[in-house]
């Protein structure tokens, strides 16, 4: 039961996810960032559950296992859908199970469908006992979802070991946000951040800003309060929600963070930029992630991203030249 209708995109994908599904064949959604992917995966965890088959979606990060769950217990209301990670161990079975990479542990080929979801990111990410661990929870069909699938899996695409369904268009029908780059010396960034933060405030525009160390988003969010109502938020933090309470209800306009925020969160007509953009903690995967919070809402597609940088590095030109390769496909499915 969803409070909205698929777009013609996602409902293609969804058909062409359970067809792959029933042939008993693995599947890679490579999605862009507010495509929908947890969407286009309903209709398959639908056929699996009516056959009295188990279904598992494995998250990397706990917050998101939770965003999830609450997600699918809204759209499968008769089910028993729980949430299994940090804080949530009493109960760890059910209808439709929601669970951190790590808790696969508990269930020894148990899943008939599993998915498993932001398998670019830490910790799944090139971690071989989580691989082991997933692959021996399951003793059926897996779904692997990301919006920057790495070269291993695009060679088991070609090798035909994985099918591959694309979905590059979020439900608005606009395209990604290109980021502009800035190649600037380090006293050149700071000047040109104090003018986007200046020029966001004038406009009443939230921005985040994404800065390579924990010490750093502190000690600029201090700085920039000059100019601005600035916060900054990190792993350190011990009010994380609230600030991003009080971000998303425009209690202050300017949010310094780490790579903390490159996942899972949406903040309607956000605009973000990338400070010392060069920096070996920002991947070409960790990039995408980031500007694709810029464009995700609805009602505000629209916005603005910004890569400040001493010199363009390969994770950054690949990052734009991603965006536009995802931009390119979109536009040729439009055509179609």
């Known amino acids: 039961q969803l409070d909205y209708e698929l777009t013609p995109y996602q409902k293609r994908a969804a058909k062409e996810l359970v067809s792959y599904l029933k042939q008993h064949q693995d ?3 490579y999605a862009a960032t507010g495509a929908g992917k947890t969407e286009i995966t309903m209709a398959a965890i639908e056929s699996y559950l009516r056959e009295g088959k188990k279904v598992g979606v494995a998250i990397a990060r706990r917050q998101v296992v939770l965003e999830i769950r609450d997600r699918m217990a809204k759209a499968f209301p008769t089910l028993d859908v729980i949430a299994v990670c940090e804080g949530h161990t009493r109960k760890v079975d059910g209808d439709l199970i929601v669970c951190t990479m790590h808790q696969l542990y508990r269930y020894y080929r148990t899943f008939d469908l599993l998915i498993l979801d932001e398998v670019d990111a830490f910790p799944y990410y090139g971690n071989e006992v989580l691989e082991a661990i997933a692959h ?6 897996k779904v692997y979802l990301s919006a920057t699938p790495d070269r291993k899996m695009k060679q088991q695409v070609k090798e035909g070991k994985l099918k591959q369904i694309q979905l590059f268009c ?3 029908g606009k395209d990604l946000i290109v980021p502009k780059v800035y190649c600037l010396p380090k006293i050149g960034q700071r000047i040109m951040l104090f003018f986007l933060i200046y020029r966001n405030g004038k406009e009443n525009v939230p921005l985040l800003v994404f800065v390579p160390r924990i010490a750093q988003a502190h ?3 201090k700085f920039y309060s000059l100019v601005a109502h600035c916060k900054a938020i990190s792993s350190q933090s011990t009010n994380r929600d609230l600030l991003m309470e009080q971000f998303r209800n425009n209690e202050f306009q300017v949010l310094f963070t780490t790579t903390l925020l490159e996942r899972g969160i949406t903040i309607p007509g956000v605009d ?3 400070v010392d ?4 903690v920002f991947s070409e995967a960790s990039l995408i992630q980031i500007f694709g919070r810029v464009g995700r809402s609805i009602t505000k597609p629209d916005g603005n991203a910004w890569f400040l940088c001493t010199h363009s590095v390969a994770s950054i030109k690949n990052c734009v030249a991603t965006i536009c390769y995802m931009n390119a496909k979109k536009q040729e499915e439009d055509k179609e």
């Open 272 to 274: 973000v930029c990338v």
């Open 136 to 141: 021996h929870s399951c003793q059926g069909e």
């Open 277 to 280: 953009g060069e920096h070996s």
């Open 219 to 221: 000690t600029m969010a």
């Open 170 to 172: 979020r439900p608005h």
């Open 27 to 29: 599947v890679l959604v």
